[in-house]
C-alpha cells in the first residue's frame, strides 16, 4: 500500500514538472517577442476636437478620425455595467483571465465540434485589449496563447479603470463608431448621460459584430441581442425585473445626426481653426480631443449674418444686373424634355444659399416663364424685375426695365427666391429675380469689457470665399481713424468745444510730389467750428489742422496704443485715415473708448480643455479666491481685480464717446436714430469710395461693419460709409438691442455737463439755439471766447506751454 502511495504521489509529481515544464516552455516560447505593453500608459488614440459657441451650441469639429475620447470618471455608471454584463462580468475580480469561463467555452466547443462553427471565445476585457492594441484578429492557439500571456502582464501594469478605459474608448462598434461615446452620437445623436437604457443595452451588444446587429438592416437580431444583455443585466442585479421588462418592449429606433446641428459660423470657426493651429500645431488640433469653448452668442451671429447679407444685396441691387449664372442653349423657346436635364448640369454657385436655380423658357411682355430642374414652372413677373437696370462700369445704371426681355433672354440661368405669400403683389407660382453681390464686407460684435467677439461674419458667404474679411482684409479705414485724432487732441490741451478752422489747407507733399490739398467731402469750408462738430459732420480739414498741431508723432502713438496700426508712418495724410487696419482692430479701438479706456484684446475663445477635462487655457485669468463660495452668507461681495491696462484718461474716452454719439443725432450717421437707443460711432469713407465703414457701440456692445470690393475699386457716385455701412449697422443694432434696456452711456467722476452754444463754443445762454450738452473735465469749462486754431500757430497759443512754433492766430 505504501509503495503504491509513493509511485502514485510519483506520477503526480512527475505530471506536474512535466506541466511547469510545458508552461514554462510555452511562456517562454510565446512570450519572448511579444509587443511591449508599457506603450499602453500613455496611449492617447486620435481624438476628434470639437469647438461650441458660448451657449454650448456646436459650430466645428476638426478631426482625422471621428473619434471621442471620455475618461473612466466621467463615464455614465450604467454605460459600464451594460459592457461588463455583455462581455466580461467578472472583470474586476480576475487576473486577466477567466479560468471558468475558459472551461465553459471548452466544452461548448467540443460539443460544436464538426458543425462548421466559428469556436466560441471566453475572451476577457483585458484579453480583448491585448488584442484590440498590440496583436492582430488572427484565430489560432498561438494568437491566443499570446493574449492570455499579455492579459497577465497587463492586469499587473494597469489599473482595472485604467484597462477599462481603454477598451470603452477604443472599440469598434460600428458606423466608423470607435469607442461608446461616438457610437451613442451616431446611433442616436445623443452623448452618453442621455442614452436611456435600451440604448445603452444595444451599443453594449454591438461588441460580438456590429455588422450582425445593424439596427436597420438586421433589426431583428439586433433587437434579439439588445434584450439578451438586459437580461444579463437583471441576473447580475445592475437594473430590477421591471426596468428590463420596459426596455425590451421598446422597439429599436436609431437616429443618425443630423448635419444641421452644426450651427452655421463659418468664419468663425476658421478663425478659431488657425488659433489653435498656432497654440498646439496640426497634431494637437486635429487628433488632441480638445473641448474648446468660444465667445460666440448664436443669436447675435445670425443677426449678424443676416444683416450684413441684406446691407450687400441693397447695395448690389442698387448698382444694377450684371447678367444670369449661365445660358442653356436655346432657339426661341426650350423644350420639356431638354430644359430639366440641361439645368439639372448646370453648377450651382456656392453663395447661391437658399435660392433657387431656374432655366428661363420663354418671355411675355409681363411675365417671364421660368422652370426647375424637378419639372415645376413659375413666372417672374415685371415688378420683381424693376430694379435690374443694366450694371455700367463706373456702378452706374442703364436705362429703366419696361419689359422683361430688357433684362432676361429664353435660356438664362438664374437664381429666384419664392415671392412671399403675405406680400402685396403675391400669385400663386411667382417668384423674384436675385443676383449675388459682387461686394463684398464683414461685421464683428464685441463685448467692450472684455473684447470677448460674440459674432463675427467676415463675407457673404463662407463656401464661396473662405477669406475673412474681418481679420484678413487690410483697408484703409478713412473718417473712421478720426476719433484717435480727436482723443489724443483731447489729451493734448484741446475741449469738445474749442474752436478749428476749416478752411483750405496746403503743404508741400515733398520734393517732386506737388502740393497735397485735403478737402472736406462737400468741397465746401465751413469756417471756424467746435470739435464736436468737427467730427460729427466728418470735416477733414479740422481733422488735418489738428493733427498737424499736435504732431503726427502723437498721433501714432496713440494709433499704437489702441492698436489700430503698427508703425504708422508719421505723415499728415495718415490723420484721415489713410494707412491700413483690419475691422478687427478697428473695433476693438472703439471698444477701448467706450469701456473707459482700458485696454482690451480680441478674444473668440473663452476656454479649451484637453481629453480629459483638465483646463489648459483660460481667457479670463483673473484670480478671485472669494467667488468659489458655495453659498451666500452675508459675507463681504468679492471684488474682482482689473487688469488692464488705462491706455487714456477715462474722461478723454467718455468725451469722445459723447461726440461720437452726436454723429448719431445729429451728423453722418443720423439714419440709425431710428433704432431709438443710445448709439455712437462713425462712418468711414475712402478716396473715390473704395471702402466704406461704421463702427459704434452701445453702452455694452462695440460693433464694426466694413463693405467694399475685395479687388478694391470705387462703389460709386455719392456711396459712403453713410449709405452702405450704416444700414447693416442700424439693423444689426435693432435686432440686438430689441430686449435691451436704453441704457445711457456711462460718465465717469470729475466729468462736468454744461450746456454749450454749437455756434461759439461757450456756456449757452437763454437766446442760443444749436445747444448741446457737452463734457469737460475738471477746471476746462471755457469762461470767454478763446483762440481758434488755423492749424500754424504753436501749441502755446492754445495750451499755455512755450514750445517754439510758427506763426499766429485766425
Known amino acids: 500500500m505504501i509503495r503504491f502511495l509513493a509511485l502514485f504521489f510519483s506520477f503526480v509529481l512527475l505530471l506536474v514538472v512535466v506541466a511547469g515544464g510545458g508552461g514554462l516552455y510555452v511562456l517562454w516560447r510565446y512570450g519572448r517577442d511579444l509587443p511591449d505593453y508599457s506603450q499602453l500608459a500613455d496611449y492617447r488614440p486620435p481624438v476628434m476636437s470639437r469647438v461650441h459657441a458660448g451657449d454650448g451650441t456646436l459650430i466645428a469639429e476638426f478631426a482625422h478620425q471621428r473619434r471621442l475620447f471620455v475618461p473612466i470618471a466621467a463615464m455614465p455608471r450604467r454605460v459600464i455595467q451594460a459592457f461588463l454584463s455583455a462581455e466580461d462580468k467578472t472583470f474586476y475580480s480576475h487576473p486577466g483571465i477567466d479560468f471558468a469561463g475558459i472551461a465553459s467555452a471548452l466544452i461548448r466547443n467540443i460539443r460544436n ?60 462598434l460600428g458606423l466608423g463608431s470607435y469607442g461608446v461615446a461616438a457610437a451613442a452620437l451616431n446611433y442616436f445623436d445623443k452623448s452618453l448621460d442621455e442614452l436611456s437604457l435600451e440604448e445603452t443595452a444595444y451599443l453594449a451588444a454591438l461588441p460580438k459584430g456590429p455588422n450582425n446587429y445593424h439596427p436597420i438592416r438586421h433589426r431583428k437580431a439586433a433587437q434579439s441581442r439588445r434584450n439578451l444583455i438586459l437580461s444579463r443585466m437583471q441576473d447580475n442585479g445592475v437594473i430590477s425585473a421591471l426596468e428590463a421588462e420596459r426596455a ?77 449664372l449661365d445660358r442653356i442653349k436655346a432657339s426661341r423657346t426650350i423644350g420639356l424634355e431638354n430644359w430639366m436635364a440641361a439645368l439639372a448640369n448646370v453648377p450651382i454657385p456656392p453663395a447661391i444659399g437658399t435660392w433657387y436655380m431656374a432655366v428661363v423658357l420663354a418671355l411675355d411682355n409681363d411675365r417671364a416663364q421660368i422652370g426647375f430642374s424637378n419639372g415645376v414652372e413659375g413666372q417672374i413677373f415685371l415688378p420683381h424685375l424693376s430694379w435690374a437696370r443694366r450694371w455700367r462700369k463706373g456702378e452706374t445704371l442703364g436705362p429703366r426695365v419696361r419689359r422683361p426681355a430688357d433684362v432676361l433672354s429664353v435660356g438664362d440661368v438664374v437664381a429666384v427666391t419664392a415671392v412671399p405669400k403675405d406680400a402685396a403683389d403675391y400669385q400663386p407660382g411667382s417668384y423674384d429675380l436675385q443676383q449675388i453681390p459682387a461686394i463684398n464686407g ?117 494709433a499704437s496704443r489702441f492698436g489700430v496700426m503698427s508703425d504708422m508712418p508719421a505723415l499728415l495724410p495718415m490723420s484721415l485715415g489713410a494707412g491700413e487696419t483690419t475691422l478687427l482692430r478697428l473695433t476693438t479701438a472703439y471698444a477701448m473708448l467706450v469701456n473707459g479706456g482700458k485696454r482690451v484684446v480680441p478674444a473668440l475663445i473663452d476656454r479649451i480643455q484637453d481629453r480629459r477635462g483638465q483646463t489648459v487655457f483660460r481667457h479670463d485669468k483673473r484670480d ?34 459723447s461726440m461720437l454719439e452726436g454723429v448719431v443725432q445729429r451728423g453722418t450717421g443720423r439714419r440709425i436714430r431710428a433704432v431709438g437707443k443710445p448709439l455712437a460711432g462713425k462712418t468711414g469713407t475712402t478716396n ?49 438691442l430689441a430686449n435691451q434696456p436704453a441704457i ?35 477746471g476746462t469749462i471755457p469762461k470767454r471766447s478763446g483762440p481758434v486754431l488755423d492749424g500754424t500757430q504753436a501749441k502755446a497759443a492754445i495750451s499755455g506751454g512755450k514750445r517754439a512754433g510758427t506763426g499766429g492766430l485766425y
Not at 474682482?640 to 488705462?646: E, G, L
Not at 445711457?744 to 445762454?765: E, K, S, W
Request: with cysteine; hydrophobic share 40%; glycine share 8%.
Open 744 to 778: 445711457p452711456f456711462r460718465i465717469p467722476p470729475g466729468i462736468q455737463l454744461v450746456r454749450i452754444a454749437g455756434n461759439t463754443g461757450l456756456p449757452a445762454g437763454p437766446d442760443d439755439q444749436q445747444v448741446v450738452l457737452e463734457a469737460f473735465k475738471p
Open 624 to 657: 478671485c479666491p472669494g467667488c468659489l463660495s458655495s453659498g451666500w452668507r452675508d459675507q463681504t461681495v468679492p471684488v474682482i481685480p482689473d487688469p488692464r491696462a488705462q491706455i487714456i484718461q477715462k474722461g478723454t474716452a467718455y468725451q469722445v464717446t
Open 248 to 324: 425590451s418592449a421598446y422597439p429599436l429606433l436609431m437616429r443618425r445626426p443630423n448635419a444641421t446641428r452644426i450651427l452655421e459660423a463659418g468664419y468663425f470657426a476658421e478663425e478659431v481653426r488657425r488659433d489653435l493651429l498656432q497654440r498646439y500645431g496640426e497634431d494637437h488640433l486635429y487628433e488632441g480631443g480638445l473641448s474648446v469653448r468660444t465667445t460666440l452668442e448664436p443669436a447675435l451671429q445670425a443677426v449678424a449674418d443676416a444683416s450684413l447679407r441684406a446691407g450687400l444685396l441693397a447695395y448690389d441691387r442698387r448698382h444694377g444686373w450684371r447678367g444670369p
Open 113 to 172: 465540434f464538426g458543425a462548421n462553427r466559428r469556436p466560441v471565445g471566453a475572451s476577457t476585457i483585458t484579453q480583448q485589449v491585448a488584442k484590440n492594441f498590440l496583436l492582430t484578429n488572427e484565430v489560432s492557439l498561438a494568437r491566443k496563447i499570446k493574449e492570455m500571456i499579455l492579459a497577465f502582464r497587463i492586469e499587473h501594469a494597469f489599473s482595472k479603470d485604467r484597462i477599462l478605459e481603454l477598451y470603452l474608448n477604443e472599440i469598434y
Open 442 to 558: 464683414a461685421l464683428v460684435a464685441m463685448d467692450p469689457h472684455t473684447g470677448r467677439v460674440l459674432a463675427m461674419s467676415g463675407g457673404y458667404a463662407y463656401r464661396a470665399s473662405q477669406f475673412n474679411r474681418a481679420t484678413q482684409a487690410l483697408r484703409q479705414p478713412g473718417s473712421a481713424f478720426k476719433p484717435i485724432v480727436y482723443a489724443a487732441a483731447l489729451e493734448n490741451g484741446f475741449t469738445p468745444s474749442s474752436m478749428v478752422l476749416d478752411a483750405p489747407f496746403v503743404v508741400d507733399a515733398g520734393p517732386g510730389q506737388g502740393k497735397w490739398k485735403p478737402a472736406n467731402y462737400t468741397k465746401r469750408f465751413y469756417g471756424p467750428s467746435t470739435l464736436r462738430l468737427g467730427i460729427e459732420k466728418s470735416r477733414n480739414l479740422m481733422t488735418v489742422r489738428l493733427a498737424n498741431y499736435i504732431g503726427m508723432k502723437v498721433v501714432v502713438d496713440y
Open 688 to 736: 473715390k469710395s473704395r471702402d466704406t465703414w461704421f463702427i459704434g457701440f452701445s453702452t455694452d456692445l462695440a460693433v464694426g461693419v466694413y463693405v467694399g470690393f475685395d479687388n478694391p475699386r470705387s462703389l460709386g457716385r455719392r456711396e459712403t460709409g453713410s449709405s452702405v455701412a450704416v444700414p447693416v449697422f442700424r439693423d444689426f443694432m435693432a435686432q440686438a
